[in-house]
């Protein structure tokens, strides 16, 4: 029995079987192939438009009634799609993942799909009545990056977030996890966890990076305040989309410039390394992961200089986002304004002259 074959035997005693022929799926089509488009991806602002696919719901954007629309024709959930015209990951998103035609139906029987504009001034309704205005709506649900999800069930809770692009094989199996209520009994990272030796591969040992600091990992700045902004990156071995993101963003000198201007570690999630967390806790990095609920690699934490958490990268980023997002941090500004999303509004008006 070959290798592959081995893990694919052993990991349909262990799954569900919706997970498994997800598992499946990544390996007729592999998980190099999905993330391997990474490598000619340019994530500076589109110069034309993208729009939404035919097949989104036509909405008044009431939330409430979306949703017992939804449940009503039997499906099992609404999907709020947060996006922007000239956004390169949401072009991305909707050439790969509902580019692909299993995924586009999967999504069509489970779930109906409602699109935001992040930029928008449309009026939305939310689920307990409250009227927001499209852009203010998205700030509220802390949609830092486009694109973002909010999956509702029938029950019209919110059982789970996705922020900015995630590859083909995690997003058909966050579908999954909501279509079948997986959340009832775990969180995604845990569901995802199980496929973990399937999704597996890339470099044997971590990237390094000339700004990581070694260890002891002393992180604690809960009663001595630090003099620079702390960015944690969270890896594991034979991880491939940590491979490029090394071989891309970090690779490039104006993100190396930047990250001189801060504290910068990394972490293997999982390994049983002992630090001390920004907050002052001993514990191992596998446990910190695990209590931050990580389920993307390379996941990027930013602290300030007291140990609080400003915004973190959990999807797929490249230079143009990178380089924002540190701004973002060591500027400073970041204490004006509470979302990263709410910052980018206000530049935006700036450069169109607006303010």
Same mark, same amino acid.
């Given at each position: ?16 079987p ?18 391997n488009? =990474? ?13 939404? &696919?035919?097949w @989104?719901?036509l909405?008044?954007l ?10 009503a ?36 029987? /489970? @779930? ?23 852009k ?64 597996? @591969? ?9 700004? @990581?600091? &070694? ?27 940590c491979?490029? =993101?090394?071989?891309?963003?970090l ?6 410039a ?5 504290d ?7 390994s049983?390394?002992r ?21 993307y690699a ?20 490249? =230079?143009?986002?990178? /380089?924002?997002?540190l ?7 970041h ?21």
């Amino acid at each position: 029995m070959s290798h592959t074959a081995a893990i694919l035997a052993s990991l349909r005693r262990q799954i569900s079987p919706g997970l498994f022929l997800l598992l499946y799926f990544a390996y007729v089509t592999p998980l190099y192939a999905q993330t391997n488009e =990474l490598s000619r991806f340019v994530d500076t602002p589109l110069e034309e438009p993208i729009t939404h &696919p035919d097949w @989104f719901k036509l909405s008044f954007l009431d939330l409430y009634d979306d949703i017992d629309e939804a449940a009503a024709s039997g499906k099992d959930g609404l999907i709020v799609y947060f996006g922007q015209e000239y956004c390169p990951y949401c072009k991305a998103h909707m050439e790969i993942n509902w580019g692909n035609p299993n995924i586009v139906k999967y999504t069509r029987d /489970k @779930f109906d799909v409602v699109g935001i504009d992040v930029k928008g001034s449309r009026n939305i309704t939310t689920v307990d009545g409250r009227v927001y205005e499209e852009k203010a709506f998205s700030v509220k649900q802390k949609t830092n990056f486009t694109p973002s999800l909010l999956f509702y069930n029938n029950e019209k809770e919110n059982v789970l977030k996705l922020q900015g692009y995630h590859p083909p094989y995690k997003f058909r199996a966050a579908l999954e996890y909501v279509s079948d209520q997986h959340y009832e009994k775990e969180t995604f990272r845990e569901y995802l966890s199980r496929g973990e030796m399937a999704e597996s @591969f890339g470099k044997d040992n971590l990237n390094h990076h000339k700004a @990581f600091m &070694p260890e002891p990992y002393l992180l604690d700045r809960s009663k001595i305040s630090a003099n620079r902004p702390l960015v944690v990156f969270f890896e594991h071995t034979r991880c491939h989309a940590c491979d490029v =993101l090394h071989a891309g963003p970090l690779n490039s000198e104006v993100i190396a410039a930047d990250l001189k201007k801060m504290d910068v570690v990394q972490v293997d999630m999982r390994s049983e390394t002992r630090l001390i967390t920004p907050d002052g806790r001993k514990i191992t990095a596998h446990q910190w992961a695990r209590e931050l609920d990580l389920y993307y690699a390379p996941t990027i934490i930013f602290f300030d200089q007291q140990g609080k958490e400003i915004i973190r990268i959990n999807s797929v980023v490249w =230079l143009y986002r990178l /380089k924002n997002v540190l701004e973002y941090v060591i500027s400073g500004v970041h204490k004006k304004y509470e979302t990263y999303q709410l910052w980018r509004q206000h530049t935006g008006r700036q450069k169109a002259g607006m303010e």
